[in-house]
């Protein structure tokens, strides 16, 4: 599942646009959202860069999403976005380990 994460944070990353924010509590419900479909998008295409069928991309995906969803708070979402936007994948992936490093339960049965 670390690879997985990985190339979520860096997908994300390498999506999002520098931000004029100079703290994550300046993030809006707006950037947020953004940030969860740019991961949603990179998510998928990264699965199906994979080749995986599209039918285990969408479970995957979504399951992650959703699971984030979950277990983080809005002031994580603020972090996460923050670091995203400041190309800070160290501090970001901080703010996303707790949250995906028990994600296998997402991987649908080969």
Known sequence: MKAAAAGFVVAVALAS???A???PSEVTDAEIARYKATAQSS????R???GDPQARVDAFCTCVLQSLEKTMKRPE??????????NDESAEKKILAPH???LGFCR???
Do not use: E, I
Not at 77 to 86: G, L
């Open 21 to 23: 924010q100079d703290a």
């Open 48 to 50: 199906m860069a994979r």
């Open 100 to 102: 995906v490093q028990d």
């Open 43 to 46: 998510c998928r295409q990264g």
């Open 77 to 86: 979402w603020q972090q996460a976005a923050f670091y995203s936007m400041k």
């Open 17 to 19: 646009a520098a931000g």
């Open 108 to 110: 649908p049965p080969q």
